[in-house]
T-cell receptor
Framework: NAGVTQTPKFQVLKTGQSMTLQCAQD?????MYWYRQDPGMGLRLIYY???????DKGEVPNGYNVSRLNKREFSLRLESAAPSQTSVYFC????????????FGQGTRLTVV | QKEVEQNSGPLSVPEGAIASLNCTYS??????FFWYRQYSGKSPELIMF????GDKEDGRFTAQLNKASQYVSLLIRDSQPSDSATYLC???????????FGTGTQLKVEL
């Protein structure tokens, strides 16, 4: 049982490049989330998807886009990467909204130079 | 006011002592409260959740909830070096799907 799988684990981008972070869960969860984690800032919500076909902005959505491709997959796209987007990105999923346990992927360490 | 607030620490306690971690939240409609532990370089993992006012105990961990004061805490008894980690409080807003975390408190248990 893989749980939540994120790819890639590490990535270095040049300013202005684009990339997509992939996330898939095999727990049949309805809700999925993307967070970024910076030193001293905790987990900040970028976007979330309460159910297949819906997405909503979180606390820090600027510079990002998301796609809930199906119930399993929720991708995060950086169209034009900036150094300020250097961070660790986590994908998470929950069974029913935010009121149940969240399961996290292993994280993606992104550096934008 | 941030939705979920925690002291960033670090909180240092000697081995065997009680560690007390605190969290306040702004949405009075919140119904569920979670504590996650995150080791350095790892993903967060759930250690406790609480829905009702009062205390909930699970082994060395006790979660305390006071909805009137909008306050939730985590007590770790007989602290061990392996408890050294960052502890994240999560308080979903009432009726919403947005899972919001505090900034986390770094705990250091010293030998």
């Amino acid at each position: 049982n893989a749980g939540v799988t994120q790819t890639p684990k590490f990535q270095v981008l040049k300013t202005g490049q684009s990339m997509t972070l992939q996330c898939a869960q095999d727990m049949n969860h309805n809700s999925m989330y993307w967070y970024r984690q910076d030193p001293g800032m905790g987990l900040r919500l970028i976007y979330y998807s309460a159910s297949e076909g819906t997405t909503d902005k979180g606390e820090v959505p600027n510079g990002y886009n998301v796609s809930r491709l199906n119930k399993r997959e929720f991708s995060l796209r950086l169209e034009s990467a900036a150094p300020s987007q250097t961070s660790v990105y986590f994908c998470a999923s929950t069974q029913t909204g935010a009121v149940t346990e969240a399961f996290f992927g292993q994280g993606t360490r992104l550096t934008v130079v | 006011q941030k939705e979920v607030e925690q002291n960033s620490g670090p909180l240092s306690v000697p081995e065997g002592a009680i560690a007390s971690l605190n969290c306040t939240y702004s949405d009075r409609g919140s119904q569920s409260f979670f504590w996650y532990r995150q080791y350095s370089g790892k993903s967060p993992e759930l250690i406790m959740f609480i829905y009702s006012n009062g205390d909930k105990e699970d082994g060395r961990f006790t979660a305390q909830l006071n909805k009137a004061s909008q306050y939730v805490s985590l007590l770790i008894r007989d602290s061990q070096p392996s408890d050294s980690a960052t502890y994240l409080c999560a308080v979903p807003p009432g009726g919403g799907n947005k899972l919001t975390f505090g900034t986390g408190t770094q705990l250091k248990v010293e030998l």
